[in-house]
């Protein structure tokens, strides 16, 4: 069993930065495709990033250029630099491990976006 904790969301302008941590306890992370997702009022959650075993991350065309996942297995932990917010990255950011067919979530963290 893997316990995920995600931390860091708040409130903030636009053109503000925020960084996520998403910290892992149970298992070590380092075999498992780590990602953010993010749910907004009213629509699904949808996947923003994500950062596979080997280290190769990929993300959704809104975020790209904007938005960085990293990993530090060493602490277990999975982060999420974000700059230049936009109103429309407001909602709950989640933090997902899976590797085969376990899929494991965090609890959520609210990231809002206005002036």
């Known amino acids: 069993q893997v316990q995920l904790v995600e931390s860091g969301g708040g409130l903030v302008q636009p053109g503000g930065s925020l960084r996520l941590s998403c910290a892992a306890s149970?298992?070590?992370?380092?075999?498992?495709?780590m990602g953010w997702y993010r749910q907004a009022p009213g629509k699904q959650r949808e996947l923003v990033a994500e950062?596979?075993?080997?280290?190769?991350?990929s993300y959704v065309d809104s975020v790209k250029g904007r938005f960085t996942i990293s990993r530090d297995n060493a602490k277990n932990i999975v982060s999420l630099q974000m700059n230049n917010l936009k109103p429309e990255d407001t909602g709950v950011y989640y933090c997902?491990?899976?590797?085969?067919?376990?899929?494991?979530w965090g609890q959520g963290t609210q990231v809002t976006v206005s002036s």
């Open positions: 149970g298992k070590r992370l380092d075999p498992y495709t």
């Open positions: 997902q491990g899976k590797l085969g067919p376990s899929v494991y």
């Open positions: 950062i596979s075993g080997g280290m190769m991350p």
